[in-house]
């Protein structure tokens, strides 16, 4: 990998303040693996102490509302992700797009506002296996990228992109190292012609979908992938620092 290895914890709706233990011992093991650059994101409720505890990682959000403060019931916005301690949002994600209908355009929304309140921010992509059997998975992607990236000229350094096929999250499988190379391969192809070479060199493109420590190093070694978006391996120190390693020696390779 070219860049700096980003592993990003997402833990999903999982953990009440006994998980803080578990933030603590992955801040204070990410201290050894500077090379890596270490986040998680915890459910709302915990981003403020995750961040009180945190060190050396960075905190984020799993979402955002785009919309100033004002009568939303149940909904936070980016200002104050930003003010609990957030460093960055996720936004995209194919789990928000199920259960709450996110469309693209909405997506986009969210990311100018995350942007505006100085978040940066992961956007997901991934197609479901119905897709990708029918030969559409790199349109049905590029799809969502082109309505959902930000509009701005240069948002390279506060952007991310995470590729998580709908049919790799949780289930165990993950796409083979070829067809991970060829979505990101296009992708990043997207991003040049969005934003131009050198913007978007500063892109790191992740990939997710069942990462674990045993099948980390060769995911993370595949070209263009610049990072992880774990989320059932995040949950517990010793899985997720399993895979921070990995990034560790995948870039010495
Ligand atoms: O959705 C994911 C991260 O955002 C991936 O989840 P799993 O690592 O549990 O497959």
Redesign the pocket.
């Known amino acids: 990998m070219a860049e700096r290895p980003y592993i990003v914890g997402?833990w999903?709706m999982n953990g009440t303040r006994a998980m803080l233990s578990e933030a603590r011992a992955i801040d204070r093991a990410a201290q050894r693996y500077m090379k890596v650059e270490v986040a998680v994101a915890p459910p709302y409720t915990l981003i403020h102490a995750v961040h009180k505890e945190a060190e050396q990682i960075g905190v984020g959000a799993q979402d955002c509302h785009a919309g100033p403060e004002g009568a939303h019931t149940g909904d936070i916005n980016a200002p104050m992700v930003a003010d609990a301690g957030a460093k960055f949002v996720?936004l995209g994600?194919?789990?928000r797009r199920q259960d709450h209908a996110e469309t693209n355009e909405c997506i986009n929304a969210k990311i100018e506002s995350a942007i505006d309140a100085g978040l940066r921010v992961i956007l997901?992509c991934g197609e479901t296996l119905e897709t990708r059997d029918a030969g559409k998975a790199e349109e049905f992607v590029l799809g969502q990228l082109k309505a959902a990236l930000p509009k701005f000229e240069d948002p390279a350094e506060r952007l991310t992109v995470?590729y998580?096929p709908i049919w790799?999250?949780?289930?165990g499988r993950t796409a083979t190292a070829d067809d991970i190379a060829a979505m990101h391969g296009a992708i990043r192809q997207l991003l040049v012609d969005t934003y131009g070479e050198e913007a978007s060199a500063m892109v790191r493109i992740l990939y997710?979908?069942?990462?674990?420590p045993e099948n980390a190093r060769e995911i993370l070694a595949t070209p263009e992938v610049g990072g992880a978006?774990?989320?059932?391996?995040?949950l517990s120190a010793e899985s997720f620092l399993g895979i921070v390693v990995g990034a560790s020696e995948s870039d010495e390779s």
């Open positions: 997402n999903k996720i994600h194919s789990e997901c995470a998580e790799a999250i949780g289930t997710g979908g069942s990462v674990k978006l774990v989320g059932g391996a995040s």
